[in-house]
């Protein structure tokens, strides 16, 4: 129920003055827009404002969802097509009675889609901040999947057949199966993916169900099941979209499409793997939408940063980039590429897929299955004239020999590796076959990296660090000249606390910063990724190391030495400032 006279109220509690009254009644009668538009459209009156004076004026309790940590099994108890409906959201049980702040909690008929979802609890309604409200429902996008697929499954009928025979299924039949409840279902899934930012979906039949898994910053998390009977259903509807083979289900199958949703363009990577109880997929999600990353935005910082950008502009040698899948190589790579690339360079790449586009460098993407590798590719790009290459992945001994002769015969090679560490791709590229005199004549730089998990502002924390994790610090710093961790601490506090998550210390106690978790972070803790690297840069010295077999812990002890920044020395500094969590660092740096 709107509140009658707002601008009067107001004026007479003294929150605006005569001028802006009379403003609000000037700018009402011209627009015709309400008195509360006008106030918040003004910066006259919050929000909260709003609703504190409508809690007055109808003697209704107001609560402030800011102050709250709601906690999820709360939200999630009644669907979120009920609570966006009636534009409410639940925060609090006492005993039997279930709290409900409501941007209207006079409004007769929100209150009875409510308890109509409900039959738990006893219902309390509040007033609450209106875009609060919003923000925790949009917030709980596990709610909403579970709704939309509940949904959907409630329009599956018992005698739901095993095995669609689409037959040949031309574009206005597909157009048909998106009203079916399994395409719904299949939608529901991607566009909870979209919204979480989840790189992978994982769709896995069970003995009995299938479970659905997301990556989420990393890490795997369950968010659904579905019934048995489905299997084969959402199987085929997927291939279907990826216009695989609907009858093969003895091979793998490999596919992609795409979808858009609210301005994101996805491109989805499909995998289909026969497993013992159906088939496996998993969907790799790359927004195209998001543009081409940047060197300045991947976490990659000082020095680190320096020498990296140093060697990239050699103009032959080979500079790699290592890590496990999924720790950010080839967004590193497409950030590297718009470095390199200018008008006169020719600026080729060989990639499995092209994730990434680059605008003015030329972009090839192999196709093993008719025989196009990347040792294929790599013999028929160095026969286009190029000043620049990136070979997407050396994976065999005949792409690492390519590369090191393309870059004896004065090409930039920039490639990926599957190494531990920096060093480690020395002896890895030796196993290849690749002779150490050679590759101490051609190896430039190798950077290795990983993405912890960055902490979520909105529920950061501090916790007193005990003598333990201090020792443990410093022993692992201790090749960082001069550093001392209470000393770095202080100054780190003091320097700009303002853009810093840092706590400063209070006597002899010092604060890094933990995860909590709230509706922001799914409860996590977390809220997006930052890069941790390793810059190992090969000059004489270190080249007449591998030249004459040194191995991956003499070469780091050489680079540290000459002051490289080791990748969790790298990533206990972030933990430091705050922006992620020593724990987290070291779950990674295992990887």
């Known amino acids: 129920m709107a509140i009658s006279n707002i601008a009067q109220n107001f004026l007479s509690k003294g929150k605006i003055s005569q001028e802006n009254y009379d403003l609000v009644q000037k700018l009402k009668s011209e627009s015709g827009s309400s008195e509360s538009e006008i106030l918040l459209a003004n910066n006259l009156v919050s929000e909260k404002d709003i609703a504190q004076l409508g809690a007055e004026i109808f003697d209704v309790q107001f609560v402030d969802l800011e102050a709250l940590n709601i906690e999820k099994d709360i939200l999630n108890l009644i669907d979120v097509g009920t609570l966006k409906r009636s534009q409410s959201v639940p925060y609090s049980i006492v005993g039997d009675v279930l709290k409900i702040a409501m941007v209207d909690p006079l409004d007769l008929n929100a209150k009875e889609f409510l308890k109509a979802a409900n039959n738990d609890y006893k219902l309390e309604f509040y007033y609450g901040v209106p875009s609060k409200i919003n923000e925790l429902i949009d917030g709980n996008v596990d709610g909403e999947i579970s709704s939309e697929v509940n949904q959907a499954l409630a329009d599956v009928e018992d005698d739901l057949v095993e095995n669609i025979d689409v037959g040949d299924i031309d574009e206005g039949l597909s157009e048909d199966l998106q009203s079916a409840p399994v395409a719904r279902i299949v939608n529901s899934i991607l566009m909870y993916a979209v919204k979480a930012g989840v790189s992978d979906v994982h769709i896995e039949p069970l003995e009995k169900g299938i479970r659905v898994r997301y990556r989420i910053h990393g890490m795997m998390v369950e968010k659904l099941k579905l019934p048995n009977n489905m299997k084969a259903n959402i199987s085929a509807r997927i291939k279907i979209m990826s216009k695989l083979k609907i009858d093969e289900k003895r091979l793998p199958q490999d596919g992609r499409f795409k979808i858009v949703s609210k301005g994101h363009k996805v491109d989805i990577r499909v995998s289909i793997l026969p497993i013992i109880y159906g088939e496996k997929i998993v969907m790799r999600l790359l927004d195209t939408s998001a543009g081409v990353p940047s060197l300045e935005t991947s976490g990659m910082r000082g020095q680190s940063y320096e020498r990296y ?146 902490l979520c502002n909105d529920c950061v924390s501090y916790e007193i660090v005990n003598p333990k994790t201090i020792e443990m610090v410093n022993e692992t710093m201790a090749t960082v000249k001069g550093f001392d961790f209470k000393d770095y601490m202080t100054r780190l506090s003091s320097v700009n606390e303002s853009k810093l998550l840092v706590k400063k210390p209070e006597g002899d106690d010092y604060y890094l910063a933990k995860s909590v978790g709230c509706s922001k972070c799914s409860g996590t803790g977390y809220k997006g990724r930052i890069g941790i690297f390793e810059v190992f840069v090969v000059d004489d010295e270190i080249s007449k190391m591998i030249s004459d077999g040194a191995q991956a812990l003499e070469l780091s002890d050489a680079a540290t030495a000459k002051g490289m920044i080791t990748m969790i020395q790298d990533g206990f500094l972030r933990a430091f400032e705050g922006t992620t969590t020593i724990e987290e660092v070291l779950r990674v740096s295992r990887e």
């Open 309 to 454: 950008i140093d060697s990239i502009k050699s103009t032959n040698g080979i500079i790699l980039v290592t890590g496990p899948t999924g720790s950010g190589k080839t967004r590193t790579l497409a950030g590297t590429l718009v470095k390199i690339n200018d008008p006169n360079s020719n600026v080729i790449s060989l990639e499995d897929p092209v994730e990434i586009r680059v605008d003015g460098v030329n972009q090839v993407q192999v196709n093993s299955d008719i025989g196009f590798t990347f040792a294929s590719g790599l013999r028929s790009i160095l026969r286009q004239d190029p000043d620049k290459v990136m070979v997407g992945e050396i994976r065999d001994s005949e792409t690492a020999q390519l590369a090191v002769e393309a870059s004896l015969t004065g090409h930039l090679v920039l490639s990926t590796l599957h190494t531990n560490s920096s060093t480690a791709a020395v002896a890895r590229l030796i196993e290849m076959g690749v002779e150490s005199y050679l590759l101490a004549a051609t190896l430039r730089t190798v950077v290795a990296q990983r993405l912890p998990r960055r």
